[in-house]
């Protein structure tokens, strides 16, 4: 993260979000920021909260993928909740605090898989000992003993490391043998006999709005270190039996205590939150029957976002530090309608304009990711080879303008259910096909989407 610049951010950025170049250079700030607040002295650097930022614009526009393509790139612990599964203390639903709870879920699962890959190497070579125990039982031959001579030497002039005996044990020819044969492959088709651990884990559906863990309790540790763990023996080839070895030994390696940490350490110092949807809690409740009040749901959220500690089953964890980015489309309401305590926390507010023709040509060539690239890629595995002339693209893009203004925008998505009618049949008729050669022009375009544009009610139906 301390290498990368707000220009570069953006520019990485670029490469998979046509456009929307304002949001892109807020969250390029706001990244950038993390990172200076990094270098300031410890007696303020706890004063500086981040600056947490609302994505204004409609669906389809690039809001969470500029999240998402920051968190990867600056490989921070990243969650993607919406704002209206959340429900006020009192009702069934979800609570707030569990977007906490589930983003450190998943850093410490993130963390847990890092530290397995850094120990493969060691498991590795823990479980080839254990495979050759298997393959050829007995202890390998112990130090010889000192000799008469050395046992009268007197005690005073022994060195106390010399006491110890550091030669290695002699190793048989034949395990030798074994494991040369082992590394080399030559034993991948013999079968072994391995006890495999299982737990017989009990059944329990709790029904609670209120997470088990925030009292602390792992249910599943719990009952699984009361159960008691039933082995059985299983006759498999010895490649599956190492795979077995590895992932036993590399669960045991890992030093869950160190990874906890790290974990909680992570999302405090550099987690995201999006809130999506958050337009949806905005505005005055309608008072008709009883009924969630979603003033009550942006009360709930604002300890959160301001700065509390979430009690989860690792240990507490303080958000105020975790950048929130949250988004909506704002048709019916406007920021200013959330409550004033909530606004202030969201300082910084960008509006993301709303995708035309000529930013859907862009869109289907221009990204590393583009909608063209990947129908090519997949089509290819089948020995296809498509092509789209400069004609196609800007008709397709032509087509979802058309279509967007006339049922529900939903932006570049658009593009995705366009494309997909589009070459429906190349898609189905792709493995029998004898000319692998598929060129999409324009008129092939208009000829395949002819009766979406057409009929409005089948484009809304379809589409």
């Known amino acids: 993260m301390n290498q990368l610049k707000p220009i570069e951010i953006v520019r990485e950025l670029d490469k998979y979000i046509i456009g929307q170049h304002n949001a892109k250079k807020s969250v390029a700030i706001a990244l ?21 930022i609302i994505l204004i614009g409609p669906t389809g526009v690039g809001k969470t993928e500029i999240s998402r393509r920051l968190a990867k790139m600056a490989d ?13 203390v009192g009702y069934v639903g979800r609570d707030v605090e569990s977007m906490v709870r589930d983003l450190l879920e998943l850093t410490v699962n993130m963390v847990k898989t ?16 254990r495979m050759l125990d298997l393959l050829f039982p007995g202890k390998p031959k112990k130090p010889k003993k000192a000799t008469e ?47 495999v651990s299982e737990k017989n884990m009990p059944v329990v559906e709790i029904f609670s709005n209120v997470g088990m863990e925030e009292m602390g309790i792992n249910m599943k540790d719990m009952f ?37 940490k790290q974990a909680i350490e992570k999302v405090e110092q550099s987690g995201i939150i999006f809130l999506d949807e958050i337009d949806k809690i905005a505005g005055k409740d309608s008072g008709h029957g009883p009924d969630i009040s979603r003033e009550g749901v942006q009360r709930d959220l604002l300890p959160i976002v301001e ?28 920021p200013s309608d959330l409550i004033p305590e909530l606004q202030g926390r969201f300082p910084i507010r960008e509006n ?13 060539t221009e990204p590393k990711n583009a909608l063209t690239l990947q129908y090519q890629a997949l089509l290819a595995t089948e020995g296809v080879q ?18 967007n203004e006339r049922t529900e925008n939903i932006g570049a998505r658009r593009l995705h259910t366009l494309v997909e009618k589009l070459l429906e049949n190349v898609l189905f008729d792709a493995p029998d096909v004898e000319n692998t050669d598929v060129f999409i022009d324009a008129e092939y375009v208009r000829k395949e989407l002819k009766d979406i544009k057409e009929n409005e009610d089948l484009s809304r139906y379809i589409l």
């Open 32 to 52: 950038r920021n993390r990172w200076r607040r990094q270098q300031v002295k410890d007696d303020l650097k706890d004063e500086i909260a981040p600056k947490n």
């Open 76 to 88: 921070s612990p990243f969650i993607k909740v919406e704002a209206s599964k959340f429900t006020e």
């Open 224 to 260: 699984g270190s009361m159960m008691p763990k039933n082995t059985k023996v299983r006759k498999m080839i010895i490649p599956e039996a190492m795979n077995i070895l590895v992932q036993e030994e590399t669960q045991r390696l890992v030093d869950m205590d160190k990874v906890i």
């Open 386 to 403: 498509l092509t789209f002339s400069k004609d196609a693209i800007s008709t397709i893009a032509e087509f979802a303008e058309d279509v």
């Open 352 to 364: 993301l304009n709303s995708l035309g023709k000529k930013e859907f040509v862009r869109i289907l």
């Open 149 to 195: 001579e050395e046992e009268d030497v007197d005690e005073d002039d022994i060195d106390p490391i010399d006491i110890i005996d550091i030669r290695p044990i002699e190793e048989s020819s034949t395990r030798k043998k074994l494991r040369k044969m082992l590394k080399e492959g030559l034993l991948d088709e013999r079968f072994v006999d391995m006890e």
């Open 307 to 334: 700065g509390s500690t979430v009690l989860t089953k690792y240990g507490s964890v303080k958000t105020d530090h975790i950048l929130f980015i949250a988004s909506g489309a704002f048709h019916f309401s406007k």
């Open 114 to 129: 890092r530290e397995q890959e850094e120990l493969q190497s060691k498991a590795m070579e823990i479980a080839e000992e």
